[in-house]
């Protein structure tokens, strides 16, 4: 007999949020059981039933609670409710836990890339994986331009090999997201959300953006309920059915092909007449139209997604207008309203800078939220308005957004800090230290 409650995990094939999920718990000591529901419907109806009619993986469940899906453990495990409910929270009054020369905030590529570099130049890099660890490209089939892999590689195979990387030269990575940095007092104050306290003696900010949603009516409603921003993660489970893609980008036009592979017909929703999608993504779309998977509806946006938690999406309410951008236009004439009957709903319409717990420091963020780094030419290109925090990565690159350009931005970053870290060390020792007499 035990006193360890009992955690179990439906999961599916290729699910990168599963993959977090479990890393969660592995991470804590704490022993699972999972149950794969790829095609296994029985698994599946079973885990339907259990998790309230939700169709979406990973469902965690502790002691035969329901917790949710990896946003609902992730969001418990920060507040300190997931300790608890696995009776392993921590009472300690202890206010900072550690302190440490480099924190990073972020595990994507740009932090990850930073993690090898600092580490390697003994700055004992902490990084601290957020709301999203791995960052974007866990949720990417596969990384066919980047340099070194002739064939290509999947998105989460690259993060975990950096990962090891990392690790190999002696980088700490753990859960945990940063809700607040002190920039008003030396070492940096780094406040976790579940309350947890760290000091550093610099910050690279490479926490990266997170998945933008549209905000139309039975959006939010039906997330988790055939609604979703990650066709990696939940495309099989509507297999036969119409899916629709909405946005225009690379990511939209990845998701969109995915997904061919599992719906009947997958109906690409853009608000503009051309995508914005690079070349390669805009042929393999013109591939799938004529082979009859895909069809792209142009000059058109969704404005409700219908259905219930039980039935899951029904069916989409859309506009079109033929000059384009059409919610803009709902009283002009021509804007024709119209419903599309689909069994599920991805959005793929960009992403928002993870930036917020720098908003109270002297970092200037401009308008949409992006870090503001010095740039130019020669050293110091990642530097921020305030000495000792740096930027690298999608909290900085509005425009490239390529996993290549994050890496030389991690880089860059940890070789500013590295500088900086050296001269801090620089400066105390002048201050401490008689100037030696010069020679004759």
């Known amino acids: 007999m035990t006193d360890e409650p009992r955690v179990e995990i439906y999961t599916k094939t290729d699910c990168p949020y599963c993959e977090k999920a479990k890393d969660l718990f592995d991470e804590k000591g704490v022993d699972y059981v999972t149950y794969n529901v ?20 990973p469902e965690v469940f502790i002691d035969d609670e329901l917790i949710g899906g990896w946003d609902d453990t992730h969001e418990l495990d920060q507040s300190g409710e997931l300790d608890e409910k696995l009776g392993i929270a921590d009472d300690s009054a202890d206010d900072v836990v550690e302190h440490r020369k480099l924190i990073i905030t972020g595990t994507g590529i740009a932090a990850l890339t930073a993690a090898i570099y600092a580490a390697r130049s003994n700055n004992d890099p902490l990084l601290f994986e957020g709301d999203e660890p791995g960052g974007q490209l866990t949720l990417t089939t596969e990384v066919e331009n980047y340099p070194g892999f002739p064939e290509g590689i999947s998105g989460p195979d690259l993060i975990n090999n950096m990962k090891e990387q990392a690790k190999r030269f002696g980088s700490e990575l753990e859960h945990g997201v940063v809700e607040s940095v002190d920039d008003s007092q030396r070492p940096f104050r780094v406040e976790l959300s579940n309350g947890d306290v760290y000091t550093a003696d610099a910050v690279i900010a490479a926490s990266g953006a997170s998945a933008r949603t549209l905000g139309i009516p039975g959006e939010d409603e039906l997330m988790g309920y055939g609604v979703s921003t990650c066709a990696t993660c939940d495309g099989a489970f509507f297999k036969g059915e119409d899916m629709v893609v909405v946005g225009g980008g690379d990511a939209a036009a990845e998701e969109a092909s995915f997904l061919t592979k599992f719906a009947d017909t997958v109906y690409l929703v853009h608000r503009r007449d051309e995508l914005r999608a690079e070349d390669y993504w805009q042929e393999r779309i013109d591939e799938h139209v004529e082979d009859g998977d895909m069809e792209v ?13 039980e039935d899951g999406v029904e069916d989409v309410t859309l506009v079109r207008h033929p000059e384009g951008h059409p919610t803009a236009k709902l009283d002009d004439k021509e804007t024709e309203q119209f419903s599309l009957s689909v069994g599920a709903f ?9 930036t917020e717990y720098l908003e109270d420091t002297g970092v200037e963020l401009d308008d949409e939220g992006y870090i503001v780094t010095h ?27 390529q996993a290549v350009t994050a890496a030389g931005m991690g880089c860059k970053a940890a070789l500013d800090a590295d500088e ?21």
């Open 420 to 440: 900086y870290l050296e001269s801090e060390v620089s400066a105390s020792a002048a201050e401490g230290t008689e100037a030696a007499p010069a020679d004759d």
């Open 346 to 354: 991805f959005v793929a319409i960009g992403h928002t800078p993870n």
């Open 375 to 401: 740039g130019g030419k020669g050293g110091g290109q990642t530097l921020t308005d305030v000495e000792g925090i740096f930027g690298a990565g999608d909290v900085v690159d509005y425009h490239y957004q």
């Open 297 to 309: 509806l142009w000059n058109t946006e969704a404005v409700e997604v219908n259905g219930t938690p």
């Open 38 to 57: 790829t095609g296994d419907e029985e698994l599946f109806a079973e885990m339907k039933e259990r998790a309230n009619g939700r169709e979406t993986a």
